[in-house]
């Protein structure tokens, strides 16, 4: 039974299937074919998960263990469970993390990121600097629409980084219409070390500012990043707890 079945999977271009097919004890040719296929229907999750993971383009893939929620100041009535079980992505809300540099915003985002893509979300992470300069270079060769499209396709946006370095009008207004495009259809995710009353030295506009603001907040979580930088401590501690050289 397992060669003749060997046989068909490569008729039928189910290489998968053809795999587990030495691998399963039966009793009975039912109870058979149902594990092999159920192991093959494993193995083929697995792979897209990978394949979601690879398309989001995470810097560096990050999961929850062993990350420290100490720093986070958290929405009243919001609890880690709710954050963990990505219902925010279900509603199309938002998550904006915002704090001092080094405290984990990105490494939250990036795990919750990871988690979507895990549950079969499509995930597509973006530092802030680069998808503008993205879309400055689609608007500037006539392809805009095709990447706002693009960018439709996804569950979840992750924007890190916001603040870093301010955009000029055309990138300001580009990002824009990607976060306006986004409000009630897909969830977001952004980054930033700026409280929102200096998000307008980021975007050059106080309207434009205000207008994205206002389109983010109505439907998101808003968590408060404290304490001293995590790459700062491990740096110290790599040294032993001692001082730079000089």
């Not at 809300?93 to 080094?102: D, H, K, R, S, T």
């Not at 915003?105 to 995930?123: E, F, H, N, P, R």
Request: hydrophobic share 40%; with cysteine.
């Amino acid at each position: 039974m397992v060669s003749e079945l060997r046989t068909v999977c490569k008729q039928l271009k189910l290489g998968d299937l053809e795999k587990f097919a030495a691998q399963v004890t039966f009793e009975n040719e039912i109870q058979y074919l149902t594990e092999v296929l159920k192991l093959a229907l494993k193995n083929r999750q697995a792979q897209r998960v990978q394949r979601l993971i690879k398309q989001a383009k995470f810097p560096v893939v990050k999961t929850f263990d062993g990350y420290n929620f100490d720093p986070i100041t958290w929405p009243a009535g919001f609890s880690k469970e709710q954050l963990l079980s990505l219902d925010f992505i279900e509603h199309k809300q938002n998550i904006l993390c915002l704090g001092a540099v080094g405290t984990g915003k990105t490494y939250l985002a990036t795990a919750l990121g990871v988690k979507a893509c895990s549950l079969g979300k499509k995930v597509r992470f973006y530092r802030a600097i680069e998808l503008a300069a993205e879309l400055v270079e689609k608007h500037r060769s006539g392809s805009l629409n095709k990447i706002l499209r693009h960018l439709k396709n996804f569950d979840l946006l992750i924007l890190d980084e916001l603040g870093y370095i301010p955009f000029d009008r055309t990138s300001s207004q580009l990002l824009f219409n990607v976060i306006s495009n986004s409000y009630q259809q897909q969830s977001v995710i952004i980054t930033s070390n700026l409280e929102f009353g200096r998000w307008n030295e980021i975007f050059g506009d106080d309207r434009l500012t205000a207008a994205l603001i206002d389109r983010l907040v109505h439907r998101a979580y808003i968590f408060g990043f404290t304490g001293p930088s995590f790459r700062y401590q491990e740096a110290i501690l790599a040294r032993g707890g001692g001082k730079p050289e000089e």
